[in-house]
């Protein structure tokens, strides 16, 4: 079936520094990514979707600066969160479409900012 | 939109027994459903999904059923097991693009007693 790879699975990083999450679709070409955050016992949220070649479109409330996407092939796209401070630590998830194949999600990213 | 403050609901069975989660979504447009099983530290896996033209679709012990007058979707697990114990999300897909974006639901905690 589809697999997607999300990583890494865990991440610690200071204050005022940036982290790459990378998503790869691993043998299906994704024609749309998506990013969602999710707090501790809460729902998943979406941030916003991505198609390949073009500028995602974020959701209300998204700042596009700090959570930078890039979805620079079928298989590939990064979340790279700027600037992290404390209240960006949470559970970063994507998840790939390939038109009518569904929807596969990624394990998962647990973002700790120290 | 969120709630903020309140708890995940809760479901407490006896392994062996049924298992009926619920969820009520709010977009009348929606046309694609789908149920998630989340464990902690992971991302979500798929469990059934139903679309608007039905509303009842069975899988390997699962049941799903869509009532689109009042909105209401729910998960039906039959013989529950340890193994069940899990956080439980439907999502809505609102229609217009095939596999567009996905809406999360609140989700419900399942907790199976052996």
């Known amino acids: 079936g589809a697999v997607v790879s999300q990583h890494p699975s865990r991440v610690i990083c200071k204050s005022g520094t940036s982290v790459k999450i990378e998503c790869r679709s691993l043998?299906?070409?994704?024609?749309?990514m998506f990013w969602y955050r999710q707090f501790p016992k809460k729902s998943l949220m979406l941030m916003a979707t991505?198609?390949?070649?073009?500028?995602?479109?974020?959701e209300q409330g998204v700042e596009k600066d700090k959570f930078l996407i890039n979805h620079a092939s079928l298989t590939l796209s990064t979340l790279t969160v700027t600037s992290a401070h404390p209240e960006d630590s949470s559970f970063y998830i994507c998840?790939?479409?390939?038109?009518?194949?569904?929807?596969?999600f990624g394990s998962g990213t647990r973002l700790t900012v120290v | 939109g969120e709630s903020v403050g309140l708890h995940l609901p809760t479901l407490s069975v006896q392994e062996g027994d049924n298992s009926i989660i619920n969820c009520a979504y709010s977009?009348?447009?929606?046309?694609?459903f789908i149920w998630y099983k989340q464990e902690s530290g992971k991302g979500p896996q798929f469990i059934i999904d139903?679309?608007?033209?039905?509303d009842k679709r069975q899988g390997q012990r699962v049941t799903v059923l869509l009532n689109k007058t009042v909105k209401h979707l729910s998960l039906q697990i039959a013989a529950t097991q340890p193994g069940d114990s899990a956080v439980y999300f439907c999502?809505?897909?609102?229609?217009?693009?095939?596999?567009?974006?996905?809406?999360f639901g609140q989700g419900t905690i399942l907790t199976v007693h052996p």
């Open positions: 998840s790939a479409s390939q038109g009518t194949r569904g929807y596969t």
């Open positions: 043998d299906f070409q994704a024609t749309t």
């Open positions: 991505s198609n390949e070649g073009s500028k995602a479109t974020y």
């Open positions: 977009n009348s447009a929606s046309d694609y």
């Open positions: 139903i679309r608007s033209n039905m």
């Open positions: 999502a809505e897909n609102a229609g217009g693009t095939s596999y567009g974006k996905l809406t």
